[in-house]
């Protein structure tokens, strides 16, 4: 309460009525409100008045942005050359602001720059560098998503997981490069096969492809004894 001389010689008692808040208002929740206020005197007959008020709610950044999934998994096949695109991502906010963009930025997980991320659109896609699942089979990002509300910005992450499909891009090869393989003339099954790097053997693996043919043979196919084994790897996953 306040009170006021409007004029010296007729005194006016003016009274303030306060309007305060008894809660915490959301204008997510409600934007506005109207209230009706009266006043009234105390004097023998009471007379009193009556307005309206109208209260508009502002809004401030209160509410983190948040992508519609936790996590985002995706896939691509290995050696694709270009910029392809891989996953979209897609974020809301909460805030009642028309005005108020959502910013998109990958914060970790992309040291080699394989991906790149549109800033307003949240979609991901390759840099133009050939992945190799051999190498990496695996990336897993970590996008920040960015509102640019006030009085400051409200951000939050989500993962994502691309799984680098594979391709069969890499031929086998042999353990060693020179196979030498000495033979007895005579061997029983369980003598354990020799092999010595002298020279003096009756007959080597080259004497005895010398004049013969190379031919490919099942496993299934194979009868006698087994001399050795030729092993070979590949780097395919």
Known sequence: MWFSRVN???PRLLIAGNIRTSTIL????????????????HGVVPLHARTDVYIQVQNVNDNVPMTLDPVYYAQIVENQSGILPIVQLAASDGDLDPDQRISYKISA??????FNIDIGSGLISTTGRKLDRENQAEHVLEVTVTD????????STTRVIISVEDVNDNAPEFEQNFYHVNIPETRHRDEPLSQTGSGESEATLEVLFENSTWENFHETNITGDF?????SFGFNL
């Open 148 to 155: 640019d509300g006030a009085p400051a910005p409200l951000s």
């Open 8 to 10: 010296p010689s007729v």
């Open 26 to 41: 959301d204008v997510e929740t409600k934007t506005h409100y109207w209230l009706t206020v009266f006043a009234q005197d």
């Open 109 to 114: 997980g992309n040291p080699e720059s394989y």
């Open 227 to 231: 001399l050795f084994r030729v092993s």
